[in-house]
C-alpha cells in the first residue's frame, strides 16, 4: 500500500505540520485520511477549516488510528508525547520525527522497542513546497519505510537521505540555510539605499535575482566557480566586487560560521 492510501496522523499542528498537511492535500492525499491532534484549539480549527482534515485535542485518537504517526512538536515536548505513545506502540507503526536536535538512539531509548523511526529535518521553505528535507532511518526501518517517507517529503520539496551522523552538518547547512540566504538580501537592500525605489520594488528584485541565480545554478552542468568566473569580466565592476569580499575573508568566514553552527546543533542534540 502506497503512503498515499495509509492513514496519517500528526502529533502537532503548527507550522511545520500545517506546511505538510497543505504538501500532502496538493499532492492528491485524501483529507480523510489525514488527522492531526494538537493543545492548541485555533491551529485544529485552522487545519480543519484550509485542508478538512480530522482533527482533536487528544494524541490517542491519533495513535489508535494512524498507520504513520508524524511528530511534529517541540523538542522539549517529544519526550512527553512519546511516553504517551507507549502506552498504544505497536512495531507496525511508522514513526517519524521532525523534532530538530532530538536524536533516533533518544527516541529509541523512550520506546523501548523495536519501532521502526525515521528522522526527518525540513527547512522552512517547505511551507511554499520548496524545501529540501533530510530523512534518516533507524535499523529497524525497511526500504518500504524510506520510500514512504520519500514519497511525504517530496510534496513540500526535495529530500535526501543522510546518516545521521551528518545531521548536525545538515542542520547548519541546510536547514538554517535560508536565514543565510535573507541575511544576503537584507545586505543587498542595505547596499541599495540611495536607489530611488520603494523597499517592496528592490526587494522583488533582489530575491528575484538570488531565485533566478539559484535555478541558473540549479540548470547548469558548470560549478558554482565556473558560473562565478562566467559573469568576472577581468578589470570589470564584478570582479571589483569580488576582489573586496575576497580581501575581507568572506568565503572563510562562511566556512567558520557554518561550522559554528554544526558544532551548536551538536551541543543541543546532546543536551
Not at 496538493?26 to 493543545?39: C, E, L, Q, R, W
Not at 568566514?253 to 542534540?269: F, R
Amino acid at each position: 500500500m502506497k503512503v498515499m492510501d495509509k492513514k496519517v496522523g500528526f502529533i502537532g499542528a503548527g507550522n511545520m505540520a500545517s506546511a505538510l498537511i497543505s504538501g500532502m492535500i496538493n499532492a492528491g492525499f485524501k483529507p480523510k485520511n489525514i488527522i492531526a491532534s494538537s493543545p492548541g484549539k485555533d491551529h485544529l480549527d485552522l487545519l480543519s477549516k484550509k485542508f478538512g482534515v480530522q482533527t482533536s485535542n487528544i494524541n490517542e485518537l491519533v495513535f489508535k488510528e494512524s498507520e504513520v504517526i508524524i511528530f511534529a512538536v517541540k523538542p522539549n515536548i517529544l519526550k512527553t508525547v512519546l511516553e504517551e505513545y507507549k502506552n498504544f506502540s505497536s512495531e507496525e507503526m511508522l514513526l517519524i520525527s521532525v523534532a530538530a536536535g532530538f536524536k533516533i538512539l533518544d527516541i529509541e531509548a523512550v520506546l523501548a522497542s523495536e519501532q521502526r523511526i525515521i528522522r526527518a529535518m525540513p527547512n522552512t521553505p517547505a511551507s511554499i513546497g520548496s524545501g529540501v528535507t533530510a530523512i534518516s532511518l533507524n535499523k529497524n526501518a525497511s526500504s518500504y519505510d524510506k520510500q514512504n517517507a520519500e514519497d511525504l517529503f517530496s510534496c513540500v520539496g526535495e529530500v535526501v537521505h543522510i546518516q545521521e551522523r551528518e545531521m548536525d552538518l545538515y542542520t547548519a547547512l541546510i536547514g538554517s540555510g535560508p536565514a543565510y540566504v535573507f541575511y544576503l538580501i537584507e545586505s543587498l537592500l542595505g547596499s541599495s539605499s540611495k536607489m530611488e525605489m520603494d523597499e517592496k520594488t528592490k526587494k522583488n528584485m533582489i530575491s528575484s535575482m538570488i531565485a533566478g541565480s539559484a535555478k541558473f545554478a540549479l540548470m547548469s552542468e558548470n560549478s558554482p566557480e565556473k558560473l562565478r568566473e562566467n559573469v568576472t569580466s577581468p578589470g570589470g565592476v564584478t570582479q571589483r566586487a569580488i576582489e573586496e569580499l575576497e580581501k575581507n575573508g568572506v568565503k572563510e568566514t562562511i566556512i567558520k560560521a557554518i561550522e559554528a553552527a554544526k558544532n551548536k546543533s551538536k551541543e543541543l542534540g546532546d543536551n
